[in-house]
């Protein structure tokens, strides 16, 4: 490709002479009269290099370079300082700066060429090596991003890759798959009694158990603490898998020897069946987990297969379904805001609005109890409409009482984002509450929009033709990994706080999040930081250039008037970046 000279010359005739002798070297030469144009077409062009006079009227170009280093995207591109200045001291403050050389007028052609070709030359040096780490870095994430640090056994990143290949496609085809859930009965006691490395110790010893005691070899991954998937692909019917099942509970009745103690401990089972009990991964591993609750709720050390009457705590789900149905119109949701940091400033950019149901008789119940049960009956779909409007018309009323920047994101459901009229009564809310759109933003989980990936793209792209930016919210808990994902059209990525809990230096989830936070970098989108408590998780988000973050450590989701009074003190975050 053509490599980019971006001249900064106030001496017209120097000037047109040097972007003369490159053209002539088949370079493409932009030229600059004075600094301020310099670092505005720096900024537009982003030069491969820069030749730049230092004594300019209304600025010198030491000033250019200062600013230039400032800016993180235009930092390394190489600086040549042109002067006719050849005393020692100026030379030092260029290089002090960070000029990377220094040509004393009047230079020959051939003195500039080879000034020029060296620096290329070392660019494009650093810029290979930079290719060839990032590359191993993608490689090394998809490598973790699909496998379990502890006990190198795959993910549950790589279990729906792996449905997706044994599932029929053939639906006559009456092939039967089993999901097996199986966990550790009262490992949490455990880990608390004998430590979280005994624990660690005890989770490995598990998963060569597993898969020693099932012969056939079946396809095991680990999906999160102690629980371990089996996919019994190869089977013909129920009883198959009860085999398996049995064998695999009666494995656990001899004792694990760990740093020379014995120890007994026994593991449940809950199991799903495809086609029966589900026909996609998410319904199957929900259901296989029920299963397995079941199990464990009984007692333990066996197992269950899915069954409909299953349902954990039915009755509770009934009642709350009922009163659900009421809640709107009894006004007993509310909408909290949490606070987002913008981390290069410190300030609050926005806020994420939360729901919350204020039930007369049991307090404040939580979304995750209830946002299931409001999908489930369609509830969800009032509900969500509800929360649009009225967090839109709150951020409205802040913007007109000074904070005019703030941007509000919503949480989507499914249920909501595959609704027809979507985006038509979206408009309608936008339009009346008066909000532009550029200051909303939608937050999706992946589960959303992996069953349908076309009709997903097209929708997303209608919305955002609005002028709203998508986020795509838990990133990292799904079962996608980022090479996937990025074919929806996103601007933001949320990771989720399980990969930022307890981060340190070493641990392998900074490693991840280090990769995603440049995959994200490379891909243009923001990065939100969500669960941030901690100093030290604050201290790491910081230093990997996340853009925004989000955390009980800056405030927790507030009431209406709360973020109010939280925006009217300037509470602001003092951060390392
Ligand atoms: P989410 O969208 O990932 O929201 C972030 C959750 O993390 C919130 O939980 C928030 O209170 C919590 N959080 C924020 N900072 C911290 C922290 O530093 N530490 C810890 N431990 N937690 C933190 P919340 O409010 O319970 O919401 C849970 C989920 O419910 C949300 O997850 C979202 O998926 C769903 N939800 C909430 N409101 C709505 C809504 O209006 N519509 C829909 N469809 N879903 C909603
Ligand atoms: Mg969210
Ligand atoms: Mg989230």
Redesign the pocket.
């Known amino acids: 490709m053509t490599k980019k000279i971006l001249v900064i010359e106030d001496e017209d005739q120097v000037r047109e002479n040097i972007l003369e002798l490159l053209e002539a070297e088949g370079l493409l030469p932009i030229g600059a009269e004075n600094g301020a144009t310099g670092i505005d077409l720096a900024k537009a062009n982003r030069p491969d290099l820069i030749l730049c006079d230092v004594m300019m009227p209304g600025g010198d170009g030491y000033g250019v370079l200062s600013q230039l280093r400032q800016d993180s995207a235009l930092a390394g591109i190489p600086f040549i300082f042109l002067t006719a200045k050849a005393a020692k001291a100026d030379f030092r403050q260029g290089m002090e700066l960070g000029a990377d050389d220094y040509l004393t007028k009047p230079f020959t052609r051939s003195e500039l060429l080879s000034a020029i070709a060296t620096r290329l030359k070392k660019r494009a040096i650093v810029q290979e090596s930079y290719h060839s780490e990032l590359k191993q870095a993608k490689q090394q994430l998809n490598y973790w991003m699909h496998h379990d640090s502890l006990t190198g056994l795959p993910n549950r990143l790589s279990l729906r890759e792996k449905f997706k290949q044994i599932k029929p496609t053939n639906s006559k085809d009456k092939k039967i798959i089993a999901i097996l859930c199986i966990g550790l009965d009262r490992f949490s006691q455990i880990n608390d009694n004998l430590g979280h490395a005994f624990g660690d110790l005890l989770l490995k010893a598990v998963a060569e158990r597993i898969i020693t005691s099932v012969t056939n070899f079946y396809s095991i991954i680990r999906c999160n603490a102690d629980r371990f998937i089996l996919i019994l692909d190869n089977i013909e019917h129920k009883k198959d898998a009860i085999a398996v099942c049995e064998k695999l509970v009666h494995s656990f009745s001899q004792a694990f020897t760990l740093k020379n103690q014995e120890i007994f401990t026994t593991a449940s089972i809950g199991v799903a069946i495809y086609p029966r009990d589900g026909s996609n991964i998410d319904q199957l591993l929900d259901r296989a987990n029920k299963a397995l609750f079941q199990s464990q709720q009984q007692g333990g050390n066996q197992y269950q297969f899915y069954s409909a009457v299953l349902s954990i705590g039915a009755s509770d789900r009934v009642a709350l379904q009922t009163s659900l149905h009421y809640a709107l119109e009894r006004k007993e949701l509310h909408?909290?805001y949490?606070p987002k940091v913008n981390l290069a400033t410190g300030q609050v950019m926005g806020a994420?609005?939360?729901?919350?149901w204020h039930h007369p008789e049991r307090g404040i119940i939580?979304?995750?109890r209830f946002?299931p049960i409001?999908?489930e009956t369609g509830l969800?779909v009032p509900?969500?409409e509800w929360?649009l409007q009225n967090?839109c018309q709150q951020i409205k009323k802040l913007h007109d009482i000074g904070f005019p920047y703030l941007r509000l994101a919503?949480?989507?459901?499914g249920r909501?984002f595959t609704q027809i009229d979507f985006r038509q009564k979206l408009v309608k809310i936008l339009t009346a509450t008066n909000l532009h759109p550029q200051y909303l933003e939608l937050?999706l989980?992946e589960n959303i929009l992996v069953e349908n990936t076309e009709i997903a793209i097209r929708r997303l792209n209608a919305l955002k033709a609005l002028g709203l930016t998508i986020a795509i919210?838990?990133f990292g808990t799904g079962y996608s990994s980022l090479s996937y994902l990025q074919q929806f059209p996103f601007d933001v990525l949320?990771i989720?706080?399980c990969f930022i809990r307890n981060i340190s230096e070493n641990s392998p989830n900074a490693a991840i999040t280090k990769a995603i936070i440049e995959m994200a970098n490379n891909l243009n989108l923001k990065v939100i930081a969500?669960?941030?408590?901690t100093k030290e998780e604050l201290d790491f988000v910081c230093q990997y250039h996340c853009d925004i973050m989000?955390?009980?450590?800056f405030s927790?989701?507030l009431s209406a008037k709360e973020f109010k009074e939280l925006l009217i003190s300037g509470k602001s975050l003092s951060c390392v970046h």
Request: net charge negative; glycine share 10%.
């Open positions: 909408l909290y949490q994420e609005a939360l729901l919350r939580g979304p995750t946002i409001a999908e969800i509900i969500g929360v967090a919503v949480n989507l459901s909501q937050e989980t919210d838990d949320k989720d706080q969500e669960g941030i408590e989000q955390g009980y450590i927790p989701p």
